[in-house]
């Protein structure tokens, strides 16, 4: 696991969008697995600028998001497919049939994942996964006693994952119950996990997450066991690493071959 501190969330979405461009570059056809919620949102402006100032081009690539709302229509302002739309999408080049989100909609919930992993196996796998995390530790809808093994499926969400959508929603009670997520076996299976945590309030879970033992109880922390998982944190997400001294001392010292 590598882990770099950046003095704000600014520096870190640029880093992070650096990353995401390289992969973009060195492989045209790249898998990329994408994210939701507030903390990529930054690294989404980046990757757009990138793409109408430097010409990096997305027409290549293939693109699948973690998660998606059971029962909300891809329109509602608060579906997955807006956001991505209204943050990404709309702005970038990848060819609107190669864009994979998860079917809140669907009629056959076990058909439809299934169906989701063939597809990222069918495309190669994906060759980075941009994860963000949740106070619980989550990652994708991966609430805290997710199988470490788990694929495509239905979650329940946690009562805390709810209050923080709820203000998206117009109220905790608008917000579903039940989302589609990729599992955590879906993402260790990406070949690079690019995890982004921004602010005091991540503190905590990205301490477990990174330092912690690994447990279901805390899902982010299975990427301890993923060979190429990067964390670009701000400062204040890095507040409670034991570690950290040293995680900046390595970056720091890093020869330039190994920089992004
Ligand atoms: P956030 O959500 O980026 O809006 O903080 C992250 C998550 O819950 O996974």
Redesign the pocket.
Known sequence: MEIIICPDSLEASELAARIVARTVREKPHAVLGL??????LQLYRNLVRMHRENGLDFGGVTSFNLDEYVGIPPAHPSSFHSYMWAHLFSSLNIPRERINIPDGMTTDIPAACRKYEQAIRSAGGVDIQV?????NG????NEPSSSLSSRTRIKTLTEE?RS?AAAAFGGEDAVPNHVLTMGLGTIMDSKMCLL????KK?ARSVALAAEGPVTSMVPGSVLQMHPRAIFVLDDEAADELKMADYYRWVDQHKPDWQKY
């Open positions: 994210a939701t919620g507030n903390t990529p994860l963000g995390i949740g106070m989550h990652i994708g809808f994952t923080d982004l945590a921004f602010g991540k």
